[in-house]
């Protein structure tokens, strides 16, 4: 199919910034496991862990900032001699332009790197045929809890025209 049959038009190089906060600890977590190998209690990397999340996003790294919407999936420990994680996310947007759109990432996530990369693999509504990378860096992180804030970089092509008509279906 051409992209011009789908009612889509030329793409543009868009960037978006806002913080992850990722939260594991006390009564209101963000994350949660919710799965396990057998042999995890013994891996330095917590290899086989599985955690879904539900983790607000933000315009600045407080946890008190604006909230523009909620990183929404999986990650796993999928490495045996670091920490590795398999991350499958749809960050959903809810404020401004982007309200009701989600974009998907999929990648691996080498936690203690300075700043990691990983796929933009589509969205949905205005980022309907994105594709793309994102880049995370750790802004905080708690080693006694786990919890984590970090910034967050997309960069990815999509039809700015849905901007004009986010309701429009192909």
Known sequence: ?????????????????????????????????????????????????????DDPLTVGPKPNSKLVGKAQGIYVSASQNELGLLMVLNFAFTEGKYNGSTVSMLGRNAVFFGVREMSIVGGSGVFRFARGYAQAKTFWF??????????YNFSSFFDHSLLLEPSAEP
Do not use: C, W
């Open 142 to 151: 708690n080693t006694t809890s786990g919890d984590a804030i970090v910034e």
């Open 1 to 53: 199919m051409s992209p011009k049959s789908l009612g889509l038009r030329k793409e543009k190089l868009s960037h978006l910034h806002f913080y992850f906060h990722d939260i594991v600890s006390g009564q209101n977590p963000t994350a949660v496991r919710v799965a396990q190998a057998a042999m995890t209690n013994k891996s330095p990397t917590a290899f086989g862990v599985i955690m879904m999340a």
